[in-house]
């Protein structure tokens, strides 16, 4: 039995999924074409964590400001949250693959104004187009990829959608790395975009519709060529008799309800199948970033300077291989979601995440105890005119260390014989840094030198591999499954959007909260969150692996409660059920 107590459809495994698209290619040509909108979710993630550190250099106020640094990474999210929402009303009212189309046009024409931007305010402009972009894509591709897919391979394939979007997030890394010494730096990072977003667009236009969308606009003979390309020619009439049950019944509850965006909305939370799983939903899609997951994608070489790195070139290669970790989980997510389940993965993956963010956050403690002290001799030897105010007027500049001298907003200029004996405390100018930087000397804004460098950079491994596999892709998984067909756009729009709206949060106050409680804070922070995230995935999110969309609504009907809480009366039907 398992531990969501339902039988499955079958008991598939990742060598399923890669048999089945052998003898049917086909099938893989529809998931990866609209995977690609992971990809641009993904390159999108990745990009700015790298172009935000010449984009520092190029503009002096972004360089100062760390509200404009949140705003320039957390306007793309915004735009998300409103191409989420539009989105579920374009997937409903036009179809998945126009929805598709829409979003690679949108995030193109803001790859392009961001690559041009002469000023931040334009930067920030083109983020929101490109948002806008990602967050149609971010829940249409793993619906036309569900809806495209035969039910005992459906997790794999859409764990693809993962995939990309982990590959998408290390090719930007290795784009970043590529342009590093280019003119024009990050806007040739930011530019590069466009290019899978007109990948995407030519290819969909030789694809279908999906064909339960097609089914339910009563467009039956699209529908059923569709699925005769995709499943074996025995199966295809029992498919199209399944469709044809729940678009009917679908239909019945429609004429009662009607069919607008705001009465669905109403509908959806009215209806008690549809509401119990929304609260699924939403609560896999929030507890995905509320771990603090896109800290670490939107500004990992911040992060990695944090930890003792200051160089932008050593920061990017360093953040390479957490972005590399990464989509490997992805791949080992295609290969067990099938096999041992949604709510397993990320019951597993939640435990890991909470213990190596309490781990992180005592690493990243004992670096800021043990930051090197600042030299009165050191700082005096670039002159005074070159000292950090603050430190010329403490009282207590005899015991100021390199990350008091940081919180003052000012720069440590290592010593230069080694980084960890005192320094000097200078005043943030490009002038000033470049006068320590010319005697070979290390200049640090972000974090200070530490010997817990790599060790920081080691547990954000381990870190990014306990999510990758569980969290970073079933959450999709779930909400391309958990929904009736007439809601799945909306409810699918609802849940996205939640998942930006938590998103947004974290990335517009990652670095004011790292000003307010310090890295060891922050990342404690989101180890009692996830804590309260699992919590709710325990109670609320049922097990969903190998059933039929009509099983899922039936099995949402009965409600459903962990194992342990269950009556004897409740564990005997469901032992009768998994038998």
Not at 144 to 153: D, L, N, T, W
Request: charged share 20%; proline share 3%; net charge positive.
């Amino acid at each position: 039995m398992v531990e969501g107590g339902v039988a499955t459809a079958d008991k598939t495994e990742f060598t399923e999924c890669w048999r089945t698209v052998w003898k049917t290619p086909y099938i893989m040509r529809l998931a990866l074409s609209a995977g690609i909108g992971g990809l641009l979710f993904g390159y999108d993630t990745g990009v700015i964590s790298g172009a935000l550190l010449y984009i520092r250099d190029d503009f002096e106020d972004v360089d100062r400001k760390t509200w404009l640094q949140e705003t320039i990474v957390s306007m793309a999210v915004a735009g998300a949250i409103v191409g989420a929402a539009f989105g579920g009303y374009i997937n409903d009212r036009w179809g998945r693959r126009v929805a598709i189309l829409g979003a690679d046009v949108v995030f193109f024409f803001g790859a392009v104004v961001m690559a041009a931007a002469p000023k931040p305010w334009v930067i920030v402009i083109g983020r929101i187009f490109v948002g806008l972009g990602v967050g149609m894509a971010s829940m249409t591709a793993p619906l036309y990829i569900s809806e495209a897919s035969p039910a005992r391979i459906r997790g794999a394939l859409v764990s693809t959608n993962g995939l990309l979007i982990t590959g998408g997030q290390f090719l930007s890394y290795l784009i970043n790395l590529a342009f590093t010494k280019a003119t024009g730096t990050w806007r040739w990072m930011l530019g590069v975009a466009g290019v899978p977003a007109v990948v995407q667009f030519v290819l969909m236009l030789s694809l279908p519709e999906s064909p339960r969308w097609l089914y339910r606009k009563d467009r039956v003979d699209e529908a059923r060529a569709i699925l005769e390309k995709i499943y074996p020619a025995h199966e295809v009439e029992n498919e199209l008799n399944a469709l044809k049950f729940s678009v009917e019944a679908e239909k019945a509850d429609e004429a009662a309800i009607g069919e607008g965006m705001i009465t669905k909305v109403m509908g959806a939370f009215k209806n008690k199948v549809v509401r119990r799983g929304l609260y699924a939903g939403i609560t896999v899609q929030v507890a995905q970033q509320f771990v603090g997951i896109n800290t670490v994608m939107y500004y990992a070489p911040t992060i990695v300077q944090f930890a003792g790195f200051a160089l932008n070139s050593v920061a990017l290669t360093l953040s390479l291989i957490t972005s590399g970790l990464n989509a490997v989980g992805s791949i080992v997510s295609m290969c067990f979601v099938d096999r041992y389940g949604r709510r397993r993965l990320m019951i597993i993956s939640m435990t890991g995440i909470i213990s190596f963010l309490v781990i992180l956050s005592v690493v990243f403690i004992e670096a800021s105890n043990h930051a090197p002290k600042v030299s009165g001799i050191e700082t005096a030897h670039f002159g005074t005119n070159s000292t950090c105010p603050r430190f010329l007027t403490a009282s207590d500049a005899s015991r100021w260390s390199c990350m008091t001298c940081l919180k003052a907003h000012c720069g440590f200029c290592a010593n230069a014989v080694s980084e960890t004996h005192p320094g000097a405390c200078l005043d943030s100018t490009k002038a000033i840094k470049g006068d320590c930087r010319a005697e070979k000397r290390v200049f640090f804004e972000k974090g200070c030198p530490s010997r817990f460098g790599f060790l920081a950079v080691i547990l954000l491994g381990l870190y990014i591999i306990s999510y990758s596999p569980g969290m970073g892709t079933v959450p999709w998984i779930v909400n391309s499954e958990i929904y009736p067909l007439r809601y799945r756009g909306v409810c699918g729009g609802i849940a996205a959007v939640s998942n930006w709206c938590s998103n947004l949060i974290v990335s517009e106050s990652y670095l004011s909260l790292t000003e307010a409680l310090g890295a060891g804070g922050t990342f404690f922070l989101f180890a009692g969150i996830s804590t309260i995230s699992l919590t709710f995935i325990y109670f609320l999110v049922p097990e969903t692996k190998g059933l039929q969309f009509e099983e899922v609504e039936k099995l949402l009907e009965d409600g459903y409660k962990p194992r342990l809480f269950r009556g004897k009366k409740e564990k005997s039907k469901y032992q009768v059920e998994s038998a």
